[in-house]
């Protein structure tokens, strides 16, 4: 069975740092995306990064990159997020999702109806 498993949101302070975890269980094809997203209260859900199984190719929004960086972890089956220079705008709920698409192509790994599983999200807060 397909489980996606965010962890590591929480209360930052404008500045600061976090590292959100998403463990993958579950999933068969060997060939695969899995992305982050975020959705601030009245607003859609939006594309952050994503990284191929292989960890070869990555891809980020233009809003995230040089203060996120997507990883993994093949041993662990764990993709991070690791964000820094938080800001306010940042404070939304952290999904990850999966699905078998090309990282290479911006506008579906970035897009959120191209992932069919999604993890439960977790909380970043980002305020002094």
């Known amino acids: 069975q397909l489980q996606l498993v965010e962890s590591g949101g929480g209360l930052v302070q404008p500045g600061g740092s976090l590292r959100l975890s998403c463990a993958v269980s579950?999933?068969?094809?060997?060939?695969?995306?899995i992305g982050w997203f975020r959705q601030a209260p009245g607003k859609e859900r939006e594309g952050l990064s994503c990284?191929?199984?292989?960890?070869?190719?990555?891809n980020y929004a233009d809003s995230v990159k040089g203060r996120f960086t997507i990883s993994r972890d093949n041993a662990k089956n764990t993709v991070y997020l690791q964000m820094n220079s938080l800001k306010p705008e940042d404070t939304a709920v952290y999904y990850c999702?999966?699905?078998?698409?090309?990282?290479?192509?911006?506008?579906?790994?970035?897009?959120?109806?191209?992932?069919?599983?999604w993890g439960q999200g977790t909380q970043v807060t980002v305020s002094s």
């Open positions: 999702a999966v699905d078998v698409l090309p990282v290479t192509v911006r506008i579906m790994c970035l897009t959120p109806r191209y992932f069919s599983s």
């Open positions: 579950g999933f068969t094809s060997d060939y695969y995306a």
């Open positions: 990284i191929s199984s292989s960890g070869d190719s990555t």
